[in-house]
T-cell receptor, first 112, second 114 residues
Framework: GENVEQHPSTLSVQEGDSAVIKCTYSDSASNYFPWYKQELGKRPQLIIDIRSNVGEKKDQRIAVTLNKTAKHFSLHITETQPEDSAVYFCAAGYSSASKIIFGSGTRLSIRP | DTAVSQTPKYLVTQMGNDKSIKCEQNLGHDTMYWYKQDSKKFLKIMFSYNNKELIINETVPNRFSPKSPDKAHLNLHINSLELGDSAVYFC?????????????FGPGTRLTVT
């Protein structure tokens, strides 16, 4: 079945620096790749997603890239701020599936 | 307005007891889910209903039984609670079933079994 691997499990960066979280997926039929952010004690919320017909998508300080050939996709956060501290989940899904598969999460900490 | 709500927010109970968690969504979505998030933060899907019909039933002990009285509600009943059931349970909904739509999560129910 579909499997999504996410790295690293923890990441600490200096405020203002960039952070990159990487994921790989196993099912070549996957065509939808969302990223969810979960702040401490809160619910996961979608922050950005990308579909397989595009290679990159940006929204202010966050961007996602997708390499379908290598089955890799990544989340990039630039100019990190304290409020970026959270657990980030990547996920993968496809049209005929009834669910999306989540990665194991990355705990991002921003050092002041 | 709250989109996906769950009650209770916290639940502390003893081993062997039976408890229920309720979920409601006011988004008009067709599909609802239950996830379990353990202490390592891994999000594991348990069940999904589409228009009151069970469409996902992952490898979950029979002690867990979901029930969807209508497409706006999905409840989770747990019998004979065990220590390993301690986790945060999230309800979620999406506009339709499928792996290509955004899921909206509820605030979670932190279950502690002592």
């Amino acid at each position: 079945g579909e499997n999504v691997e996410q790295h690293p499990s923890t990441l600490s960066v200096q405020e203002g620096d960039s952070a990159v979280i990487k994921c790989t997926y196993s099912d070549s039929a996957s065509n939808y790749f969302p990223w969810y952010k979960q702040e401490l004690g809160k619910r996961p919320q979608l922050i950005i997603d990308i579909r397989s017909n595009v290679g990159e998508k940006k929204d202010q300080r966050i961007a996602v890239t997708l390499n379908k050939t290598a089955k890799h996709f990544s989340l990039h956060i630039t100019e990190t701020q304290p409020e970026d501290s959270a657990v980030y989940f990547c996920a993968a899904g496809y049209s005929s599936a009834s669910k999306i598969i989540f990665g194991s999460g990355t705990r991002l900490s921003i050092r002041p | 307005d709250t989109a996906v709500s769950q009650t209770p927010k916290y639940l502390v109970t003893q081993m062997g007891n039976d408890k229920s968690i309720k979920c409601e969504q006011n988004l008009g979505h067709d599909t609802m889910y239950w996830y379990k998030q353990d202490s390592k933060k891994f999000l594991k899907i348990m069940f999904s209903y589409n228009n009151k019909e069970l469409i996902i039933n992952e490898t979950v002990p029979n002690r867990f039984s979901p029930k969807s009285p209508d497409k706006a509600h999905l409840n989770l009943h747990i019998n004979s609670l065990e220590l390993g059931d301690s986790a945060v349970y999230f309800c979620a909904s999406s506009q339709k079933a499928g792996g290509v739509v955004e899921q909206y999560f509820g605030p979670g129910t932190r279950l502690t079994v002592t």
